[in-house]
């Protein structure tokens, strides 16, 4: 009966009858059921990629992901944020975002990292965390108090939406991308999260998942997508910055010139392999990277501090950021959190291999 109810909608949908939000809703839980074909589950993807989705459609999507995943409530006080992009933006940088969160936290924000393996990138947060010594099967338990111990924390997406593993399977299958590709970095599972930076690398979908998120729970949401295609804010281009906060919306350019930052050529913060990823990220978290590379995790990370109370604007942010890079308090952060979590000796190795 599942099976012919999901089936109904896909023909609705390929039909592009109207479809009511409750027999979406209804839909949409199908997919996280077992007892569903994979094929039937592929069939409906494919539909609702040909068809698009609403602002309304995806808020749905994302509230019943959030119900079918292990939610935690961390035990902190102040600010918590988390910073994540979409991925897919294939620009072969280093992990700015995952660098940019270690710097933040650095100035006393609890961070929760939301993250996954890259799926077409050079390098996901979690690679870049299992190559210097995080444990990814590391327990809830211990996640959990790391982040109120030392105010950091990495989540890895898998272990807290378990029932997306089938349907990544499916996607992969499929091998086009689905509303599902965006749909994590929207799905922090610390139910107390009280700010977001959300990067986009296709601009089909900025206004859509602005227009999703709005009215969430989340009281600040930082949505950025660079002209020239980065789901970050770049120093290679101008960017589009959207703040989402009390139900509106303010769209705001931001152009690295008028921030006294020095544009540079793409290629200037592009990494060719896993080992030179992880050494770039290494090298801005602990301040000695080329100016191109230290200046973009600079500007994204001024981003953070915003969303997480501690700079008013941008040009604040980038003065507080370059002033934490120039101190060992993001270096000592991240040897804090492979300390809790994982093996300090194999990010020692990896230090000492990358002259670090």
Do not use: W
């Amino acid at each position: 009966m599942s099976t012919d109810y999901l089936q109904q909608q896909t023909r609705k949908i390929l039909s592009k009858e109207q479809i009511g939000k409750s027999e979406f809703r209804n839909a949409i839980n199908l997919v996280f059921l077992d007892e569903i074909p994979d094929c039937t589950i592929a069939s409906f993807l494919t539909a609702l990629t040909y068809r698009g989705v609403s602002y309304d459609e995806l808020r749905i999507i994302r509230e019943i992901m959030i119900a079918h995943s292990h939610l935690i409530t961390p035990n902190v006080s102040g600010p918590l944020i988390d910073n994540c992009g979409t991925g897919g933006d294939m620009a072969k940088s280093f992990n700015i975002s995952t660098a940019a969160s270690i710097v933040a936290s650095a100035s006393g924000i609890n961070v929760a990292k939301h993250g996954n393996r890259s799926a077409s990138g050079m390098f996901g947060s979690a690679d870049f965390f299992e190559y210097i010594g995080f444990n990814l099967e590391v327990s809830e338990k211990t996640v959990i108090e790391t982040l109120e111990q030392i105010g950091y924390t990495f989540l890895f997406a898998p272990k807290f939406h378990p029932n997306l593993k089938r349907i990544a399977g499916i996607r992969k299958e499929l091998g086009f991308k689905t509303i599902f590709n965006i749909i994590g970095p929207l799905c922090n599972p610390c139910t107390n999260i009280t700010a977001q930076v959300i990067g986009i690398s296709d601009p089909k979908f900025f206004e859509l998942v602005s227009n999703s998120m709005v009215k969430s729970n989340i009281n600040k949401i930082i949505i950025v997508h660079s002209f020239d295609g980065m789901d970050e804010l770049s120093n290679t281009a101008r960017n589009t910055m959207l703040m989402l906060k009390s139900g509106h919306i303010e769209r705001i350019e931001v152009d690295p010139e008028v921030l006294d930052m020095k544009v540079v050529r793409k290629e200037q913060i592009q990494v060719q392999s896993s080992e030179d990823s992880v050494k770039s990220t290494l090298h801005t978290i602990y301040g000695r990277s080329t100016s191109a590379k230290q200046d973009i995790v600079v500007l994204n990370t001024a981003l953070a501090l915003i969303a997480g109370e501690k700079a008013e604007d941008i040009s604040d942010g980038i003065k507080i950021a370059r002033e934490l890079i120039k101190s060992e308090v993001p270096k000592i952060k991240l040897r804090e959190l492979i300390s809790s979590c994982g093996n300090i000796q194999k990010l020692n190795f990896v230090e000492e291999k990358l002259s670090l």
